[in-house]
């Protein structure tokens, strides 16, 4: 009687098929992975911004005068943060200019995002003594050259 042997491990076709629909289910996500950690380390730099937003809007509610542009008290010049190379506020609005660095990544590094205080009509505010209700973010008008993909959703604009 001879006994019969059976089969072991997989075929090289069946060990390629499942390499190749690994490799194509990692080409589709990659890029998307790439781009939520852009995103991400984007909304970290945001946050260097906001000592500066308060002193804006402190100045906007008390009714004060607005400071000589660089002397808000709240700017950074240099080595804000892992991501943030300096905060400054660029105009007598209280537009604040964040100066983006770090990222490894050319298409972020270098760029500037910038966020505007708005009161409750959606507009630059006119005078003191009123409330800065939302801030805008990302915009070119103000000038932001960062490119919007790298925007995370919460400052579209």
């Known amino acids: 009687?001879?006994?019969?042997?059976?089969?072991?491990?997989?075929?090289?076709i069946e060990v390629m098929l499942v390499t190749m629909i690994i490799g194509v289910l990692a080409a589709m996500v990659l890029p998307s992975v790439r781009l939520n950690t852009a995103r991400v380390k984007v909304s970290?730099?945001?946050?260097?911004?906001g000592p500066?937003?308060?002193?804006?809007s402190e100045i906007y509610i008390t009714g004060g005068d607005p400071p000589v542009l660089g002397s808000w008290g709240c700017e950074i010049t240099s080595n804000a943060s892992t991501y943030v190379d300096s905060v400054n506020?660029?105009?007598?609005?209280?537009?604040?200019?964040v100066s983006l660095r770090g990222f490894?990544?050319?298409?972020?590094?270098?760029?500037?995002?910038?966020?505007?205080?708005?009161?409750?009509?959606g507009n630059l505010p006119s005078s003191t003594g009123i409330q800065?209700?939302?801030?805008?973010c990302g915009s070119p008008v103000d000038g932001t050259d960062l490119p919007a993909q790298f925007l995370p959703s919460t400052c579209k604009g």
């Open 132 to 136: 800065v209700r939302r801030w805008r």
């Open 1 to 12: 009687m001879r006994k019969s042997r059976s089969q072991a491990g997989f075929t090289i």
């Open 89 to 97: 506020v660029v105009d007598d609005f209280g537009t604040i200019e």
């Open 104 to 121: 490894n990544d050319l298409r972020i590094d270098f760029h500037n995002l910038t966020l505007a205080p708005l009161d409750n009509t």
């Open 44 to 49: 970290e730099a945001l946050l260097a911004a």
């Open 52 to 56: 500066c937003k308060n002193t804006v």
